[in-house]
């Protein structure tokens, strides 16, 4: 029985205030690292994961492979948007309803940027300058520059 006894004695110095303090403050400190983290986290995954900037990313990519060795180019008086012949094709980007399209030879209809409210495009030496603002208020603006093919 005296074994038994000396096996349950324990430390009986306690829980202390110190104790205590340590552990909130060390609690504070990851509480505060964590909520840092979840907020930067969400910032960056809506940056990424935005449809429309990489929608607008694509569409900038686009254009500008085709507005490289053209014939002519000029702003469209009956629709917004441009024509310009390349190659003997002429191509038309323009808006149509709400949405960015592209036809070749007036023909078809090439989806380019969806959820337009308005676009605008200024034509300033050989540089193409689009403004576009979308159906949620977002506004994108690039400015192109043009190769024209000299004979």
């Known amino acids: 029985m005296r074994n038994f006894l000396k096996l349950s004695v324990r430390?009986?110095?306690?829980?202390?205030?110190?104790?205590?303090?340590?552990?909130?403050?060390?609690?504070?400190?990851?509480?505060?690292?964590?909520?840092?983290?979840?907020?930067?986290?969400?910032?960056?995954?809506?940056?990424?994961?935005?449809?429309?900037?990489?929608?607008?990313?694509?569409?900038?990519?686009?254009?500008?492979?085709?507005l490289n060795d053209i014939d002519t180019l000029i702003i469209q008086q009956e629709q917004q948007g441009i024509r310009f012949k390349k190659g003997g094709e002429e191509f038309d980007i323009e808006l149509y309803q709400d949405l960015i399209r592209k036809q070749k030879n007036r023909l078809g209809h090439e989806q380019m940027l969806l959820h337009v409210k308005s676009m605008s495009i200024a034509i300033e030496g050989q540089t193409v300058r689009f403004f576009v603002k979308f159906l949620n208020g977002m506004e994108k603006e690039h400015t192109f520059y043009v190769t024209i093919r000299s004979e």
Do not use: C, H, R
């Not at 983290?37 to 940056?47: A, L, Q, Y």
């Open 11 to 66: 430390n009986e110095e306690g829980y202390t205030l110190v104790d205590g303090i340590i552990q909130l403050s060390v609690l504070m400190l990851f509480s505060q690292v964590f909520a840092v983290t979840v907020g930067w986290t969400n910032k960056i995954e809506e940056s990424i994961t935005n449809p429309i900037d990489t929608e607008w990313a694509l569409f900038v990519q686009n254009v500008e492979t085709y």
